[in-house]
T-cell receptor
């Protein structure tokens, strides 16, 4: 059974720092991996999707990497801003229309 | 505006009552999903539907029911059989490209917070 783990559960950094969020998964047979952002009490916003054949995807200050063989993905946020404060979730698509989610990392950027 | 709408945003019910949560999308997506989120946890799949008049159980379907009579709509009923129904419920949709390995990015609605007392 696929398990997705995100460490740390919470992270607090000063504004302007570059940071990395981690996601690991136990079964490398995935179609893609998706990173989401969730603000308190809100739905999920898709940030990046990496297909299984890709190594990384970039959008603005965000860069996500995927290493299927080691079961790891990272989300790199450059020059962090207070508006980046949110919970970040990763999810793997194993086919059959199923996403398996990690528990999320709650990120706080301090001004 | 294209997107997914869920109503209501907050819902309160007494124990023993059934309640139906609405989910509508105008993205012309084939597939729709219902997830449940508990505090400090990731999302868990309740039900999903790849096509009209067809749906499949997810990991935690017990105590829930769904229907898919129209492509745009996928309502979720939380029945009195669900032992711990208080949670945040999220609906999502995606283009269905089965077994192609192509992007099947899921788009989410704003969620409904259900409280049962």
């Amino acid at each position: 059974k696929q398990e997705v783990t995100q460490i740390p559960a919470a992270l607090s950094v000063p504004e302007g720092e570059n940071l990395v969020l981690n996601c690991s998964f136990t079964d490398s047979a995935i179609y893609n991996l998706q990173w989401f952002r969730q603000d308190p009490g809100k739905g999920l916003t898709s940030l990046l999707l990496i297909q299984s054949s890709q190594r990384e995807q970039t959008s603005g200050r965000l860069n996500a990497s995927l290493d299927k063989s080691s079961g790891r993905s990272t989300l790199y946020i450059a020059a962090s801003q207070p508006g980046d404060s949110a919970t970040y979730l990763c999810a793997v698509d194993q086919g059959a229309q199923k996403l398996v989610f990690g528990q999320g990392t709650r990120l706080t950027i301090n001004p | 505006d294209g997107g997914i709408t869920q109503s209501p945003k907050y819902l309160f019910r007494k124990e023993g009552q059934n309640v139906t949560l609405s989910c509508e999308q105008n993205l012309n997506h084939d597939a729709m999903y219902w997830y449940r989120q508990d505090p400090g946890q990731g999302l868990r799949l309740i039900y999903y539907s790849q096509i009209v008049n067809d749906f499949q159980k997810g990991d935690i379907a017990e105590g829930y029911s769904v229907s898919r009579e129209k492509k745009e709509s996928f309502p979720l009923t939380v029945t009195s059989a669900q032992k711990n129904p208080t949670a945040f419920y999220l609906c999502a949709s995606s283009i269905d490209i089965p077994l192609s390995g192509l992007q099947r990015e899921q788009y989410f609605g704003p969620g409904t917070r259900l409280t049962v007392t």
